[in-house]
């Protein structure tokens, strides 16, 4: 059964960065065909996705935070990692990993997050 | 970015009712669409991918539709365990987007 945890402060000071490790049972962060994630969701808001990376390290990330995103994986440990540095308080928010699956259609591929780990607040402040 | 936007924002529907929600692109995104449950505590689940196939182990009674940059959500026979906040996603660029959620409410 693959599972998703994720770990690390609940508290960060602004202007610092916020590292958060997600660790995956069940199945092989190595895998050539899937890619991890991360989201966030704000207290009150909606969902944003934050990057996606693959176990040959390449990163997808949203715009709105890229300069401050770097994601990483640990193969041999079988997790990956976000940081995010320079956070203020509308970083506050619950984080989520997850897998990116997808589903080879007859012409094309679809990419969705089908399994995620439970989420975990983090708050900004000093 | 592709922007998503759902509607209603938020609903009250009784149980056995059919439900309906959309979902909007500001671009077509080619049936790049997912929908997602979000229960208050837990974490987001995959409904449906590819516009309307079903994520396996979710009941018949979710469907979803739609082409270009229209789609919607149809809850058919509304259960008790289905009141939560519903999300779009479009996977159509390399920037995913959400919808801002639909809230389903006990009338």
């Known amino acids: 059964q693959l599972q998703l945890q994720e770990s690390g402060p609940g508290l960060v000071k602004p202007s610092e960065t916020l590292s958060l490790t997600c660790t995956v049972s069940?199945?092989?962060?190595?895998?050539?065909?899937?890619?991890w994630g991360w989201l966030r969701q704000p207290p009150g808001k909606g969902l944003e996705w934050i990057g996606t990376?693959?176990?040959?390290?390449?990163?997808y990330y949203n715009p709105s935070l890229k300069s401050r995103v770097t994601l990483s994986v640990d193969t041999s440990r079988n997790q990956f990692s976000l940081n995010l540095n320079s956070v203020i308080a509308a970083d506050s928010s619950v984080y989520y990993c997850?897998?990116?699956?997808?589903?080879?259609?007859?012409?094309?591929?679809?990419?969705?997050?089908?399994?995620w780990g439970q989420g975990t607040l983090v708050t900004v402040s000093s | 970015d592709i922007q998503m936007t759902q509607s209603p924002s938020s609903l009250s529907a009784s149980v056995g009712d059919r439900v309906t929600i959309t979902c909007r692109a500001s671009?077509?995104?080619?049936?790049?669409l997912n929908w997602y449950q979000h229960k208050s505590g837990n974490s987001p689940k995959l409904l449906i991918y590819?516009?309307?196939t079903l994520q396996d182990g979710v009941p018949r009674r979710f469907s979803g539709s739609g082409s270009g940059t229209d789609y919607t959500l149809t809850i058919s026979g509304l259960q008790s365990d289905d009141f939560a906040t519903y999300y779009c996603?479009?996977?159509?660029?390399?920037?995913?987007?959400f919808g801002q959620g639909t809230k389903v409410e006990i009338k």
């Open positions: 990376i693959y176990s040959s390290g390449s990163t």
């Open positions: 996603q479009q996977s159509s660029s390399t920037t995913w987007t």
């Open positions: 590819a516009t309307s």
């Open positions: 069940g199945f092989s962060v190595s895998s050539s065909v899937y890619s």
């Open positions: 671009q077509n995104i080619n049936s790049y």
């Open positions: 997850a897998r990116r699956g997808f589903y080879s259609g007859s012409k094309r591929d679809f990419y969705y997050f089908d399994y």
